[in-house]
């Protein structure tokens, strides 16, 4: 029984490719016609595969639509949650996950710091959109010309010294992002408050949410908070693998540099 449910779900990345016929799907397969036959019958039943007017065969309606209800009902916080929570535990800083929403990011988790010395932050509360990390890496995987219409429709309020002062700054600043695959925010939005961030990823490997880690300089400097990226960037992996179903990988260098249209 085993082998028939794996022999049948390997018709299916065949069909991703594009229509088959009865030959090809038994040659791919290793078996006879007859036995190809019964499996796509089977999968056909349940509408996980459509036959054409041509005999060939083509993935079911019923199989897309399965795969985006599963996508819609995925909640990011929800998978995210453990994994912040064990990031926290292990560095011991304030950690937080975003997503971009009508025009805002929000933070929509939060871990508080094991410090006396807290972050002003709240779930729901929207960031500061031209210096937080999160939101740098949000708007980064956006497509240039989205990038360069929010950038021009954005102020820049000049909250510290090292704040985005300009469009021009901001977006080659995300640029930079995209390039790298993690951000910062080294003082940008409080003098003393320091953030790296990294992006979650979803099947389509578009970013979904980004996290964080944030510490203030009485706890930990600039400098000591960046040795913590590797480890943030393999949490971020891992909440990716688990929300996009796939296993996670290692850091790819220029994963942003090719715009999506």
Not at 43 to 60: A, E, K, M, P, T
Not at 111 to 124: A, K
Request: charged share 25%; proline share 5%; with cysteine.
């Amino acid at each position: 029984m085993s082998q028939t449910v794996d022999r049948a779900l390997s018709i299916l990345p065949l069909l991703a490719e594009g229509p088959a016929d009865l030959g090809r799907v038994a040659a791919r397969l290793g078996v006879h016609k007859s036995t190809a036959l019964r499996l796509l019958r089977t999968l056909h039943d349940h509408g996980l595969v459509y036959r054409q007017s041509d005999q060939r065969y083509r993935l079911g309606a019923r199989l897309i639509a399965l795969a985006q209800e599963a996508m819609e009902n995925l909640d990011v916080r929800e998978i995210a949650h453990p994994h912040l929570v064990r990031l926290n535990e292990q560095c011991g800083h304030t950690v937080h996950l975003a997503v971009q929403e009508d025009g805002e990011v929000l933070y929509i988790d939060k871990v508080e710091s094991r410090y006396p010395v807290r972050m002003y932050s709240r779930i729901g509360k929207p960031v500061a959109i031209t210096v937080a990390a999160v939101a740098k890496l949000l708007l980064a995987d956006l497509p240039e010309s989205e990038r360069r219409a929010i950038a021009d429709d954005l102020d820049y309020p000049l909250y510290t010294a090292r704040s985005t002062p300009h469009a021009d700054a901001f977006l080659k600043e995300l640029a930079a992002v995209r390039a790298q695959g993690w951000a910062t925010d080294l003082g940008g939005h409080e003098e003393s408050i320091n953030c790296i961030a990294a992006p979650i990823r979803g099947a389509d490997d578009r970013v979904v949410a980004a996290m964080s880690v944030s510490a203030p300089n009485v706890v930990v400097t600039a400098e000591e908070l960046l040795t913590l990226l590797p480890l943030v960037r393999r949490t971020a992996d891992a909440i990716s693998g688990e929300y996009s179903g796939r296993t996670p990988v290692q850091h790819p260098e220029h994963r942003f540099e090719k715009d999506r249209a």
